[in-house]
T-cell receptor, first 114, second 110 residues
Framework: DSGVTQTPKHLITATGQRVTLRCSPR?????VYWYQQSLDQGLQFLIQ???????AKGNILERFSAQQFPDLHSELNLSSLELGDSALYFC?????????????FGPGTRLTVL | EDQVTQSPEALRLQEGESSSLNCSYT??????LFWYRQDPGKGPEFLFT???AGEEKEKERLKATLTKKESFLHITAPKPEDSATYLC???????????FGKGTTLSVSS
């Protein structure tokens, strides 16, 4: 158990809908990273927050957004969902703000868009 | 463009049959190369970080090595519990994100 929690574990929704994925980092970790994992693309970095502020952005679509709250939990919002958004979404956390720090991954949220 | 390629995609071994997984990378000024293990239905778990050519790190039956163009994950006398997908990643040129390869899925049978 990495200490990172993600909810929900599974999410099934329809095209055009909006969903919110939640992540709680390990106690004491200030950074939260979001990743998308699909069979064809592998694990891809979406966005990082550090102590409430956006720190780095990867290949995140404009339909996706994230935020980190004062208690350091983070939410990833996915809107206008398309079939291709079906994937595993992982959250990771690290103590400091550098992407090269050891990252601890949560168990993931499996999103299915029908 | 920063890129990571892993081979083979899948590897089947008998228990005790040693082998190596390859990770070749393209990034200007390597800031770190990372190995993670991912079990089915779970998030990746950190194994090693390597920073410079010639560096080696070991953990139980696993040893990671690094050259200027690639890294190898050597598995010595594997056991069935070593079955997993092994992911390699590099820190991008800007140092802001990990770039992952697609992984090698290892199956070890007894």
């Amino acid at each position: 158990d990495s200490g990172v929690t993600q909810t929900p574990k599974h999410l099934i929704t329809a095209t055009g809908q909006r969903v919110t994925l939640r992540c709680s980092p390990r106690s004491g970790d200030l950074s939260v990273y979001w990743y998308q994992q699909s069979l064809d693309q592998g694990l891809q970095f979406l966005i990082q927050y550090y102590n409430g502020e956006e720190r780095a952005k990867g290949n995140i679509l404009e339909r996706f957004s994230a935020q980190q709250f004062p208690d350091l939990h983070s939410e990833l919002n996915l809107s206008s969902l398309e079939l291709g958004d079906s994937a595993l979404y992982f959250c990771a956390s690290s103590v400091a703000g550098l992407a090269g720090n050891e990252q601890f991954f949560g168990p993931g949220t499996r999103l299915t868009v029908l | 463009e920063d890129q990571v390629t892993q081979s083979p995609e899948a590897l089947r071994l008998q228990e005790g049959e040693s082998s190596s997984l390859n990770c070749s990378y393209t990034v200007s000024g390597l800031r770190g190369l990372f190995w993670y293990r991912q079990d089915p239905g779970k998030g990746p778990e950190f194994l090693f970080t390597l920073y410079s050519a010639g560096e080696e790190k070991e953990k139980e039956r696993l040893k990671a090595t690094l050259t200027k163009k690639e890294s190898f994950l050597h598995i010595t006398a594997p056991k069935p519990e070593d079955s997993a997908t092994y992911l390699c990643a590099v820190l991008n040129q800007a140092g802001t994100a990990l770039i992952f390869g697609k992984g090698t899925t290892l199956s070890v049978s007894s």
